[in-house]
């Protein structure tokens, strides 16, 4: 019976001769929409041998357009973090200040003077401009901006240790996540790796015992993630700098997330900040752009002319080097530091500093249009916000929430899932069998945007 209904399969040509298909072929182009045309028909002749009725040549032509929806859409898709998690690596971690998401899209649209020096007419660092900020904001002697941080640890340790063993304490041979590990780092950069002390106490006279000929470095790294608690002992870095000092070693120092303003003040734990490990002495402090500095996706590497000069010089340079757009957003991004003006202008700092009045105020107004528009119930719940992205594990800000209970018998899933497929999805959570959307993450101009969303999430739920 298969093999009969086969042959009613319409032919490539019938499909491109739908109405459907007019404007497709007209847009598209012919040999496109024919490549899309051929992989319709390939999928319905699977589905006619495994018994289901061949479809028409319309049925088909719309199995194309769809084909040709999906592959024009834009991704990644604008979603809405209702999260509270600042910092989410999944949802692209740091949003841009408008004035680096700006700069980004001059430096993307046009040419500029990347590469050129305007005074000269000759060839210019593109690095140049980003280096007198970052040597301004942290004290530092010199400054050199790649790809993220983890290519700018693999520079740095393979510009400066290759062949040769580097001193990492064994409580901070961490993962960081996402497959990036020091030990691998390590041996993917040529070093030798030398752990020292246990995994919750290292004192610097295990740092002292562990140097040989072969010590090109200590390194430090900064557990993002996690945090050991108790019977502990690290070595500061102004103690292991003063040990290299002397035995001409130089200490690298990874800090993760490049906090430039002082976590304390708003209530958070301290998270290590590159110009106190530039004052304590340390030779390269290594940190993300796009983590709690607020900007794009960067590595950047601050510390002493020589060392970085032999990180500019090493062929790996060029093969982490950072691209226009980034660069130009993550200048305007340092500018705001510069300006004082980071804690209002940059998302990320926005965010944390959020007065938690604000947030209960903005749920409130949350939950008043979404009851009054729909018999649905959400309240206003307190809650803590997180800070995400591998930084600060453990510390939260005190929040609030708007909680949903789902309606007839909807799981706190299902309604995760239907906020995740509206035309902008909205990502939210659940805590304790409700779901919660917590204003503190949600860009101010989304509001409408959400409410569109719980609206027409609820009105689904409450049909079914
Ligand atoms: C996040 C992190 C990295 C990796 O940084 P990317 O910019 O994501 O490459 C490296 N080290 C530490 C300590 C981190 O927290």
Redesign the pocket.
């Known amino acids: 019976m298969s093999m009969l209904e086969l042959r009613n399969l319409p032919s490539v040509e019938r499909v491109l001769n739908s109405t459907a298909l007019e404007s497709a072929v007209h847009s598209f182009g012919r040999n496109g929409v024919v490549d899309l045309t051929r992989e319709a028909l390939t999928a319905a002749r699977g589905k006619v041998m495994s018994g289901e009725p061949a479809p028409t040549a319309e049925d088909v032509a719309h199995q194309v357009l769809k084909l040709i929806g999906e592959l024009a859409a834009p991704s990644p898709r604008p979603v809405i973090n209702a999260t509270g998690v600042i910092i989410h690596t999944n949802l692209g971690r740091a949003p841009l200040s408008e004035a680096a998401m700006w700069a980004a899209q001059a430096a993307a649209f046009g040419y500029s003077d990347l590469e050129i020096d305007l005074g000269t007419g000759r060839r210019g660092s593109r690095q140049a401009h980003l280096q007198s900020l970052l040597r301004r904001i942290t004290g530092a002697e010199a400054a050199l901006v790649v790809n993220?941080?983890?290519?700018?640890?693999l520079l740095g340790l393979s510009a400066l240790a290759a062949g040769r063993e580097v001193v990492v304490a064994r409580g901070e041979a961490?993962e960081?996540?996402?497959g990036?590990r020091i030990p691998d780092v390590l041996r993917q950069s040529g070093c030798t790796l030398v752990d020292v002390g246990t995994t919750n106490r290292t004192y610097v006279r295990d740092y002292a015992d562990a140097i040989s000929d072969d010590t090109a470095a200590f390194l430090k790294?900064?557990?993002?993630?996690f945090r050991i608690e108790g019977f502990t002992a690290e070595v500061n870095e102004r103690d292991l700098a003063d040990l290299g000092d002397g035995a001409g070693i130089p200490v690298l120092h990874?800090?993760?997330?490049g906090a430039l303003l002082p976590t304390e003040r708003y209530g958070l734990a301290h998270e290590p900040t590159p110009q106190e490990s530039i004052a304590a002495g340390v030779g390269l402090v290594?940190f993300?752009?796009?983590?709690l500095l607020g900007g794009p996706?960067?590595?950047i590497v601050v510390g002493k002319s020589d060392l970085v000069q032999r990180l500019e010089r090493h062929p790996l340079a060029r093969a982490v080097r950072i691209d226009k757009m980034s660069l130009a957003s993550l200048t305007a991004t340092l500018v705001h530091y510069v300006y004082g003006d980071a804690e209002t202008e940059i998302p990320v700092w926005r965010m944390i500093s959020a007065d938690p009045d604000t947030v209960h105020a903005r749920a409130l107004s949350w939950s008043d249009a979404v009851n009054s528009a729909k018999s649905g119930k959400t309240s206003v719940l307190p809650s803590r916000a997180a800070i995400g992205?591998?930084?600060l594990p453990g510390e939260t800000l005190p929040s609030w929430t708007l909680s949903v209970a789902p309606q007839n018998g909807a799981s706190p899933e299902s309604v995760l899932a239907a906020l995740r497929s509206q035309p902008t999805p909205v990502i939210a959570r659940i805590e304790d069998d409700t779901v919660r959307l917590d204003p503190r993450t949600v860009l101010p101009d989304q509001d409408e945007t959400v409410l569109r969303a719980l609206i027409s999430v609820m009105d689904q739920a409450s049909l079914s």
């Open positions: 993220n941080n983890a290519s700018a640890l961490v960081i996540g996402g990036f790294a900064h557990a993002s993630n990874d800090i993760g997330s290594f993300s752009g796009d983590k996706q960067a590595g992205g591998g930084s």
